[in-house]
């Protein structure tokens, strides 16, 4: 399915595209991108896909806009499951720049849990890089709650957690568009989203 309709209306609510591979998530996510960056919007964007440059949403974003910045996740001995910290994120870097577009790249955790047969490593690694994008949201939202955001996630898993989260954003007029393959993947913050089924 091809969405055909306004982008601008993706921006009036939390907006979750849920559909299988090749239904055209991503191709409205570049498309918001496109929209927000040339509205003076500063993008908080997740991606979770790894280094393939046709599947990767921050792959693409850093060869078409040059001016944004590339913030490297933490480490996975520097995620606090207690603590958020703004010592283990590039806090005070953030707060003295002013790029339109703040990319993550959670994918090394995916990764990894799908390269492994551990179970019970796969598990770990899935919940370090949910937690990993709940607590840089906690702190990008802190850093730059002073302009015109939107939150732009593909392939983001949520935890039970970001509902906290996303109610923050609620506050601070802070969108969220999340792409994914199943609704389940909102985990108990489905009914802070409008749902866009692509079929």
């Known amino acids: 399915m091809y969405y055909s309709g306004n982008i ?12 299988e591979r090749e239904s055209g998530k991503t191709t409205i996510l570049k498309k918001l991108i496109k929209y927000c960056n040339e509205n003076d919007y500063t993008i908080l964007l997740f991606d979770s896909a790894t280094n393939h440059a046709k599947k990767s949403i921050l792959i693409n974003t850093r060869l078409k806009y040059k001016n944004n910045l590339v913030v490297s996740s933490p480490s ?3 995620i606090s499951f207690e603590i958020v ?29 799908n390269d492994t047969e551990n179970l019970e490593e796969k598990n770990s690694l899935r919940l370090y890089y949910k937690q990993l994008v709940f607590q840089e949201l906690i702190v990008m ?5 002073s302009k015109k955001l ?11 957690d970001m509902q906290s989260i996303i109610l923050r954003c609620n506050i ?17 913050s489905k009914y802070l989203f409008r749902i866009l089924s692509l079929d």
């Open 141 to 145: 939202l802190f850093a730059l709650s």
């Open 8 to 19: 601008t209306h993706l921006l009036e609510m939390n907006t979750a595209i849920i559909g």
């Open 150 to 160: 939107i939150v732009i996630m593909d392939e983001i898993d949520f935890i039970p």
């Open 85 to 113: 910290s703004i010592n283990l994120f590039p806090y005070f870097i953030v707060k003295k720049t002013n790029y339109d577009i703040y990319s993550f790249d959670v994918s090394k955790y995916l990764k990894k849990a």
């Open 76 to 78: 996975k001995e520097e």
């Open 172 to 188: 601070l007029n802070v969108r969220v568009i999340a792409a994914m393959n199943s609704l389940q993947s909102l985990s108990t």
